[in-house]
């Protein structure tokens, strides 16, 4: 598993940042804000981007930069600040152009049952985060789980992100929480995809972000090892995902509620 930051408050571990990279200054303002938090709080920090989205919904959304210039800025985020940085990766051949990069290889719900995708990660020897399936029971991502160990890789984080609740709409089940951490793995909980509402009409995502607070509190309190939290500056603005993600200046006063909450279940 990477090493995070020591962790002496044995604290939660936080995965952050904007949907997609969208710049270089605008990262590094992100990742300079969010780690000045983290430290502060005493949280392991992973600073979080894409640096491209393949799953949007209309041919006319931003996809991304440009994969090598998004790719040198996460580098960018960890040799300036010292963090790991995450991202996705969306085919096999993308594995180990991105693992030149980045810490952490994230493989996206909708692509988590994909064998080759899962084996090329694995193959890496960076950690790989699985997101959840919306269409998977927690139980069953035991299996996405075994194909990175199988191909000799068990650094290994899963993430729950919701179940597709009819068209449009998501739940969190958290009894899945438990449910995956019994692999022998962390768990996290992406507290902003899942309070994403797909298959608008407008071929744009939306979202309740009035809720992440609730999700963010509730994954604390039934034990999970880490939190996902897309964030922006100005979601209003964002790029992708702008419907779902937190407010940049909410951040530090909702990770203090949550080590409150992980106090009490200590």
């Known amino acids: 598993m990477i090493k995070l930051k020591d962790n002496p408050a044995n604290n939660f571990f936080l995965l952050a940042g904007p949907c997609v990279i969208e710049g270089e200054e605008m990262a590094m303002r992100i990742a300079e804000r969010i780690v000045a938090i983290t430290t502060s709080l005493n949280i392991p920090y992973v600073f979080k981007g894409s640096y491209r989205k393949a799953n949007r919904s209309r041919l006319d959304s931003f996809m991304g930069i440009g994969d090598e ?123 902003t995809h899942s309070l994403q509402q797909p298959n608008q009409t407008t071929g744009v995502t939306g979202g309740m972000p009035q809720l992440i607070e609730t999700i963010a509190k509730a994954a604390i309190a039934v034990g999970a090892d880490g939190l996902f939290i897309e964030t922006h500056e100005n979601p209003s603005v964002a790029k992708s995902d702008g419907a779902n993600m937190l407010r940049l200046d909410l951040l530090e006063d909702l990770l203090k509620k949550l080590i409150r909450i992980r106090e009490a279940i200590k």
């Open 69 to 191: 210039k998004a790719l040198k800025i996460l580098k960018k985020v960890h040799d300036t600040f010292g963090v790991p940085t995450v991202t996705d990766i969306h085919s096999a051949e993308e594995a180990a152009m991105a693992a030149e990069y980045v810490d952490i290889l994230q493989i996206p719900a909708f692509l988590c049952r994909q064998t080759d995708l899962l084996t090329a990660a694995a193959k890496t020897g960076k950690t790989i985060n699985i997101k959840k399936g919306q269409f998977l029971s927690p139980i069953a991502m035991q299996f996405a789980a075994e194909k990175v160990a199988e191909a000799g890789n068990k650094n290994i984080m899963l993430t729950e992100r919701g179940t597709t609740f009819g068209y449009q709409d998501l739940v969190v089940d958290f009894r899945g929480v438990p449910e995956m951490q019994s692999f022998g793995y962390p768990v996290i909980v992406d507290a």
